[in-house]
């Protein structure tokens, strides 16, 4: 298995560990500008998504250890911590969110052209997630654009969408041993 491990479909995944885990630190920073700003239902979805995120991250970790490809955990890139506007805020996430599904496209593509039918099957899980993520982000862009400076219609906005969400996806792959049993997912 150690020859996979310049395979282009490894490179891209340990890229998109280091963007997953970028994208929940920055998803962090937003919660904390929300928090800083008293509205608890914003912080608290950029809380949610940020732990999204460090948990994919830990599947894909988790995965290139089932696969004994070899794991880099390295540094973040920079992150925003400041917004002139929630509309600003959310604007910039939007663009995060599309990023992260052209990235996860890329990966899918690159496991499909190297009959990495594992690779593929390992994606698809975090494509059909994507697709209701950026449809989220969107959504959220054009209550924001909407509500303009009141910012109370987008925390009744969060807190209806709060309400129905599963806590855990269903079909999600394993998280990271140690963290939770593989057999329980």
Known sequence: MAGLSEEPFARLLRDQ???????SQQYLALAVYYDAAKLPRSAAHAYRRSEDNRTDALRMIGYLLDRELPVEVAGIDPVRSEFASSQEAAAHL???ES???DRLTDLAQQARRANDYLGEQ???WFLEKQIEELARANTLVTVVERAGDN??????FLAREQSGRP????????????IV???AS
């Open 99 to 101: 990023e992260r599904s």
């Open 94 to 96: 939007c663009a995060l």
């Open 181 to 183: 049993s593989r057999s």
């Open 122 to 124: 390992f994606t698809g």
């Open 151 to 156: 910012l109370f219609d987008i925390e009744e």
């Open 167 to 178: 806590a855990q996806p269903t079909g999600a792959p394993p998280r990271i041993p140690g």
């Open 17 to 23: 560990i280091r963007f997953e885990l970028t994208t």
